[in-house]
């Protein structure tokens, strides 16, 4: 829409916004809680975009070829649920049943619902997610659809939202455009830049956007904006809208103390009230959706090759990772790999030079490293795995948290773990991990000991449909399986057994190393251990602790690089508690903050080498 338009249009798309302010004054109503007053300031915005620029069809949603929505301030959802049922996508009976026990119609966006791509309501994070699948259109799918998203000024305080913006503008993506709702209120007091509209542009200016300061109230402005977003190329463009909290309402127009509260007394008269500036206006046509992103067919992938290792070879597990990636491109063009300028270290780099078309370098931005992830896997478009040191995975985890909710399709891989990295110190020493990842509903944790191993975590990873951790270790350590041996999620392996077994010893990566190393000791000295592989510390395969543990007189020992609470020590004493035999379990972890030396002199300090676990055997048999 090059030209002006025309009045009827402006009549429709204002009789539009009014009438998402009135469902969302009265479903927030119906619920007795919401953000009506955060939904009535973006009204226009979402008449604008629903009723005139966005190309979807209700009979599906998440149609490939749709434009994508992303709601970053998620707070707003009443509004969006009510563009879309005053777009007929569903009736105002089941708009009514807000925020119910048995509605999907939830406080905050989740994927329950059939036109929700990414769960949001934790601020900052919706534009790392609507950049995400901006590049895997423009840059993978090579398709007309456009991606928008909604982002509150007060939310523009998180660094993720700038993140996203040097992401996007990097990449140019030229079919993206942010649109930042600037009403001026935060939550308890006054947004920190309030209506000074010139320091918003220059700011995100700065980061590379066309960027367009508009009347946000006026549709005929935010027409205007969006049209002129469609002719800028290799840039993303930013919508500025100066907004008024509760816009439409004399009684809470730009007034404090009403957010996330309905209206209930004030409803009769806020709803006279706008219901008087409705035109009657006649339905104007939408745009029609480009068909034109490619058709996949959704599929198991698997290697296309045999691994070719050699048991007793010295191989890193983070080699093998990226030696995985690589098997992984060549058995599937839907698998895209994502790193935070880590990639030499964690061994993307060997997907990068094999695949450069489908390598996405995110820098020194881990959260939008993982929002990106996220926008990426989005309508199953493609299978994601993200990589950095697994230590730094720790500062997006509250975008990891929201992947979960998202229902995402998130493969991750932390290398770098625990005390074994050496020199470089506590800093990029990853402790605090698996007791984070196994709190994240869903997730598998893998934590493979050996090459074989590694890239089978990586072959199932790709094919889980929920989200995926996998840590990987710095040191080599010898391969330990045949290369066509089967792995499964949730099942352990037996690494060495005899009938003579006095202690089981568990550990994983490095620590099985020092478990076996144990074992060969030890049997030299007349002591049999046990020695179990979890593979996934989440799921834990409990049968075969309980198994194991009770052939072995219920003696366990569990050994881990890492902090010993929420490691694997404590997931194995949960398995423990349930056993009906006597246990007696020792825990050998890190368990004070480490510090910089050699792997192996850092490993006996902090008491999880051979020979801490030697020690830890006999004490239990003595």
Same mark, same amino acid.
């Given at each position: 829409?090059?030209?002006?338009?025309?009045?009827?249009?402006?009549?429709?798309?204002?009789?539009?916004?009014?009438?998402?302010?009135?469902?969302?004054?009265?479903?927030?109503?119906?619920?007795?809680?919401?953000?009506?007053?955060?939904?009535?300031?973006?009204?226009?915005?979402?008449?604008?975009?629903?009723?005139?620029?966005?190309?979807?069809?209700?009979?599906?949603?998440?149609?490939?070829?749709?434009?994508?929505?992303?709601?970053?301030?998620?707070?707003?959802?009443?509004?969006?649920?009510?563009?879309?049922?005053?777009?007929?996508?569903?009736?105002?009976?089941?708009?009514?049943?807000?925020?119910?026990?048995?509605?999907?119609?939830?406080?905050?966006?989740?994927?329950?619902?059939?036109?929700?791509?990414?769960?949001?309501?934790?601020?900052?994070?919706?534009?790392?997610?609507?950049?995400?699948?901006?590049?895997?259109?423009?840059?993978?799918?090579?398709?007309?659809?456009?991606?928008?998203?909604?982002?509150?000024?007060?939310?523009?305080?998180?660094?993720?939202?700038?993140?996203?913006?040097?992401?996007?503008?990097?990449?140019?993506?030229?079919?993206?455009?942010?649109?930042?709702?600037?009403?001026?209120?935060?939550?308890?007091?006054?947004?920190?830049?309030?209506?000074?509209?010139?320091?918003?542009?220059?700011?995100?200016?700065?980061?590379?956007?066309?960027?367009?300061?508009?009347?946000?109230?006026?549709?005929?402005?935010?027409?205007?904006?969006?049209?002129?977003?469609?002719?800028?190329?290799?840039?993303?463009?930013?919508?500025?809208?100066?907004?008024?909290?509760?816009?439409?309402?004399?009684?809470?127009?730009?007034?404090?103390?009403?957010?996330?509260?309905?209206?209930?007394?004030?409803?009769?008269?806020?709803?006279?009230?706008?219901?008087?500036?409705?035109?009657?206006?006649?339905?104007?046509?939408?745009?029609?959706?480009?068909?034109?992103?490619?058709?996949?067919?959704?599929?198991?992938?698997?290697?296309?090759?045999?691994?070719?290792?050699?048991?007793?070879?010295?191989?890193?597990?983070?080699?093998?990772?990226?030696?995985?990636?690589?098997?992984?491109?060549?058995?599937?063009?839907?698998?895209?790999?994502?790193?935070?300028?880590?990639?030499?270290?964690?061994?993307?780099?060997?997907?990068?030079?094999?695949?450069?078309?489908?390598?996405?370098?995110?820098?020194?931005?881990?959260?939008?490293?993982?929002?990106?992830?996220?926008?990426?896997?989005?309508?199953?478009?493609?299978?994601?795995?993200?990589?950095?040191?697994?230590?730094?995975?720790?500062?997006?985890?509250?975008?990891?948290?929201?992947?979960?909710?998202?229902?995402?399709?998130?493969?991750?891989?932390?290398?770098?773990?625990?005390?074994?990295?050496?020199?470089?110190?506590?800093?990029?020493?990853?402790?605090?991990?698996?007791?984070?990842?196994?709190?994240?509903?869903?997730?598998?944790?893998?934590?493979?000991?050996?090459?074989?191993?590694?890239?089978?975590?990586?072959?199932?990873?790709?094919?889980?449909?929920?989200?995926?951790?996998?840590?990987?270790?710095?040191?080599?350590?010898?391969?330990?399986?045949?290369?066509?041996?089967?792995?499964?999620?949730?099942?352990?392996?037996?690494?060495?057994?005899?009938?003579?077994?006095?202690?089981?010893?568990?550990?994983?990566? =490095?620590?099985?190393?020092?478990?076996?190393?144990?074992?060969?000791?030890?049997?030299?000295?007349?002591?049999?251990?046990?020695?179990?592989?979890?593979?996934? =510390?989440?799921?834990?395969?409990?049968?075969?602790?309980?198994?194991?543990?009770?052939?072995?007189?219920?003696?366990?020992?569990?050994?881990?690089?890492?902090?010993?609470?929420?490691?694997?020590?404590?997931?194995?004493?949960?398995?423990?508690?349930?056993?009906?035999?006597?246990?007696?379990?020792?825990?050998?972890?890190?368990?004070?903050?480490?510090?910089?030396?050699?792997?192996?002199?850092?490993?006996?300090?902090?008491?999880?080498?051979?020979?801490?676990?030697?020690?830890?055997?006999?004490?239990? =048999?003595?």
């Amino acid at each position: 829409m090059s030209h002006k338009p025309t009045p009827a249009l402006v009549q429709y798309l204002e009789d539009k916004a009014n009438e998402i302010r009135i469902l969302s004054i009265e479903c927030t109503n119906a619920s007795k809680s919401g953000h009506p007053t955060s939904c009535m300031s973006a009204a226009e915005i979402f008449s604008v975009l629903f009723f005139n620029e966005m190309r979807y069809t209700n009979d599906y949603p998440k149609h490939p070829s749709s434009d994508r929505f992303i709601l970053s301030k998620g707070h707003a959802a009443p509004g969006l649920y009510s563009a879309w049922c005053a777009a007929g996508l569903f009736d105002k009976d089941k708009l009514l049943t807000l925020r119910k026990i048995d509605s999907d119609l939830e406080g905050h966006p989740t994927p329950r619902l059939n036109f929700i791509d990414a769960a949001t309501g934790s601020l900052g994070q919706g534009l790392s997610v609507a950049a995400g699948m901006a590049y895997i259109g423009k840059h993978i799918e090579h398709a007309s659809y456009r991606t928008y998203c909604l982002i509150g000024d007060g939310e523009s305080a998180e660094g993720s939202i700038w993140e996203a913006l040097s992401f996007a503008s990097h990449y140019k993506l030229d079919n993206l455009v942010a649109i930042f709702d600037i009403n001026r209120l935060g939550q308890s007091e006054a947004a920190p830049l309030q209506h000074d509209m010139d320091v918003y542009r220059k700011r995100v200016e700065a980061f590379g956007f066309h960027t367009m300061v508009v009347d946000g109230h006026s549709v005929e402005e935010i027409l205007k904006a969006l049209d002129e977003a469609k002719s800028v190329k290799n840039k993303p463009s930013a919508l500025i809208c100066k907004t008024f909290k509760g816009h439409g309402s004399s009684d809470v127009a730009d007034k404090l103390d009403f957010h996330g509260k309905a209206l209930n007394s004030l409803s009769e008269k806020i709803l006279a009230e706008i219901k008087g500036r409705l035109h009657g206006a006649e339905e104007q046509p939408r745009p029609k959706m480009n068909d034109d992103a490619p058709q996949l067919v959704e599929k198991p992938v698997a290697f296309k090759s045999a691994l070719e290792y050699e048991k007793g070879k010295m191989i890193a597990t983070r080699v093998a990772y990226g030696e995985a990636l690589v098997k992984l491109g060549e058995a599937s063009d839907r698998v895209v790999v994502l790193d935070a300028d880590t990639k030499n270290s964690t061994y993307a780099l060997k997907f990068k030079n094999a695949f450069p078309d489908r390598y996405i370098e995110c820098f020194i931005a881990e959260q939008n490293m993982v929002g990106v992830s996220l926008g990426c896997g989005a309508r199953n478009r493609t299978i994601p795995f993200c990589s950095t040191f697994a230590t730094f995975f720790t500062r997006a985890m509250d975008q990891i948290r929201m992947a979960a909710v998202s229902q995402s399709q998130l493969n991750m891989a932390g290398s770098h773990c625990g005390v074994s990295i050496g020199e470089d110190g506590p800093s990029q020493m990853a402790l605090e991990d698996i007791a984070a990842f196994r709190a994240i509903p869903n997730l598998v944790y893998f934590y493979p000991s050996d090459a074989v191993s590694a890239c089978r975590a990586v072959e199932l990873a790709a094919n889980y449909k929920n989200m995926t951790f996998i840590r990987t270790s710095r040191p080599a350590t010898p391969v330990i399986y045949a290369n066509d041996e089967t792995f499964e999620i949730g099942k352990a392996k037996i690494v060495k057994e005899s009938a003579e077994d006095k202690v089981l010893v568990i550990g994983a990566g =490095i620590t099985l190393d020092s478990a076996l190393k144990a074992h060969s000791s030890l049997q030299g000295k007349g002591t049999n251990i046990r020695v179990l592989d979890p593979f996934t =510390i989440k799921p834990l395969d409990k049968e075969a602790v309980l198994k194991h543990a009770k052939e072995c007189g219920g003696r366990v020992v569990t050994v881990e690089d890492h902090y010993p609470e929420g490691g694997i020590g404590e997931a194995v004493a949960g398995v423990l508690s349930s056993a009906d035999f006597v246990t007696k379990h020792k825990i050998l972890a890190v368990r004070e903050i480490p510090r910089s030396g050699p792997p192996t002199v850092l490993l006996d300090m902090f008491g999880i080498s051979a020979n801490k676990v030697e020690d830890a055997v006999m004490d239990l =048999i003595e």
